[in-house]
Structures are given as structure tokens and as C-alpha cells.
């Protein structure tokens, strides 16, 4: 007698008397080894890299994609840590190889995500997350469908992300310009996600996040 566990409940099943019970067993058992793909978007300034790196250490098991990108790597970052940073020609070889699970032209950059090491992911069972923006959410979800769980970071409102955008410093006041544009539609595409956690806090934002990912029903 085998048995496997379904939505909390334990199911016995005899699979040596029951060819059906045997196959549901197996395929029950190949879906729910598949790792789950998350989705971290919402608007540039609300804070997505910040929330990322505190929940880390609180979700040790999942693995967090490393992004491709043509503009240049800020003070402090490291190339294949933060980002893959390449040159404009690689990346379009890389778009056009299809080896880009999904990609967006943001504030005048690319910014991609590589395709194979997140399949490779998935398919060993370990959970993904995507810290990316909004265009790149929606190629998500057309992808992979139902399949991918979209989080919404939201700011509690427009005029406090765009004190965030402007306060922390990092941009030219161009980019800043070419951000702040962004934002107002970024923030109207939150009903096309599955969740929305807002970021009052990081310490929040974080629980909300480990609550959303540790639930074996975001699947
Ligand atoms: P930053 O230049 O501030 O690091 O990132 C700018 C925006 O690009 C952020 O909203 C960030 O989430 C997004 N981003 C980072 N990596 C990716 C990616 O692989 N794909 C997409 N579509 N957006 C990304």
C-alpha cells in the first residue's frame, strides 16, 4: 500500500491491485515535484531589491534568478551577483537565440531574464523567484500562465514612491525623469497580478512575502 499526501490529507492508495491509482500516483507526484515560479514586479523605486535581499535568509530553499542587463553596474555591484552585465549586441544575440525566459526595454535599458538556468530550476523542483519589472511580469504570465504566482510590490502611494525615486540618489535626474513616467503605469497594472503585498515597511513586506511563498497552495 502506498500513500501520498494530498492538500494536508493522507490518501492511501493500492497501487499494485489499481493501474489508475499507480498513474495518478505518478503523475501527482511529477507535478509536485516542479519547483514554483514567483514573480517579485511592481514600479522602479518601491523598494523590490531591498525587500528581496531581507527575505533571503528567510527563504534559504529558493533559488533567485540572476538577471541580464545593458546599462551599467551602479557603485558596489558585481557582475553575475546583481546582474550579468553585457553589452547591447550580446544581449539582443541572447533575445534572439530565444534564450530569454522574457525581457523589457526600461529607462532607456534591457533588462532580461535567462531562460536556462530558471527551466533548470524548476524542473529539479526547487522554487524560483524573478525580481523584475511590470512588461516583464505580463511575458511571465503569458508564458507560463496560471503556472506563475505574480506578486505586486506596491508602494502606499504614488507621491511616497516618487519621494523614494527621487531620495535614493542612484540616477541622473534624466533617469529619474524617464522612472517617475514609468511609475504611473506600473501602478495600474496591479490588478493583473495574483497578489499585492504593500511596502509600508520592509519588515511587512518581507512576512507578507514568506507568508505568500511558504503556502504550498501559491502554487
Ligand atoms: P535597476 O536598474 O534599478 O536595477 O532595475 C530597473 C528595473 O528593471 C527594476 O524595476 C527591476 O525590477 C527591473 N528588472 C531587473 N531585472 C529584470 C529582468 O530580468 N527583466 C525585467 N523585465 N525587468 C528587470
Redesign the pocket.
Same mark, same amino acid.
Given at each position: 500500500m502506498d500513500s501520498v499526501t494530498v492538500s494536508g490529507r493522507r490518501c492511501s492508495t493500492n497501487s499494485a491491485s489499481d493501474p489508475a491509482a499507480a498513474r495518478l500516483r505518478d503523475d501527482f507526484a511529477s507535478v509536485s515535484q516542479r519547483g514554483r515560479l514567483f514573480v517579485l514586479?511592481?514600479?522602479?523605486g518601491v523598494g523590490?531589491?531591498t525587500v528581496l535581499a531581507a527575505v533571503r535568509p528567510a527563504l534559504p530553499g529558493v533559488w533567485y534568478?540572476v538577471?541580464? !542587463?545593458t546599462?551599467r553596474p551602479r557603485p558596489g555591484e558585481r557582475d553575475g551577483v546583481n546582474?550579468h552585465f553585457v553589452d547591447r549586441p550580446t544581449f539582443d544575440e541572447w533575445v534572439d537565440a530565444d534564450l530569454m525566459l522574457?525581457?523589457?526595454e526600461?529607462?532607456g535599458?534591457r533588462?532580461?531574464?535567462p531562460r536556462a538556468a530558471v527551466e533548470e530550476r524548476l524542473a529539479a523542483g526547487v522554487d524560483v523567484l524573478?525580481?523584475?519589472?511590470v512588461?516583464?511580469?505580463r511575458?511571465v504570465r503569458t508564458a507560463m500562465g496560471e503556472d506563475a504566482v505574480l506578486i505586486f510590490l506596491a508602494p502606499p502611494s504614488y507621491e511616497e514612491l516618487a519621494r523614494r525615486l527621487v531620495g535614493r540618489g !542612484?540616477e541622473d535626474e534624466p533617469t529619474r525623469l524617464a522612472r517617475l513616467r514609468a511609475a504611473r503605469s506600473e501602478l495600474a497594472a496591479e490588478p493583473e497580478f495574483d497578489h499585492t503585498v504593500v511596502n509600508t515597511s520592509v519588515e511587512d513586506a518581507v512576512a507578507a512575502l514568506v507568508d505568500l511563498m511558504a503556502d504550498p497552495r501559491s502554487a
Open positions: 514586479s511592481g514600479p522602479s523590490k531589491s534568478s538577471s541580464a !542587463t546599462r546582474y522574457e525581457w523589457a526600461f529607462a535599458h533588462y532580461g531574464t524573478l525580481e523584475i519589472e512588461q516583464g511580469a511575458q !542612484t
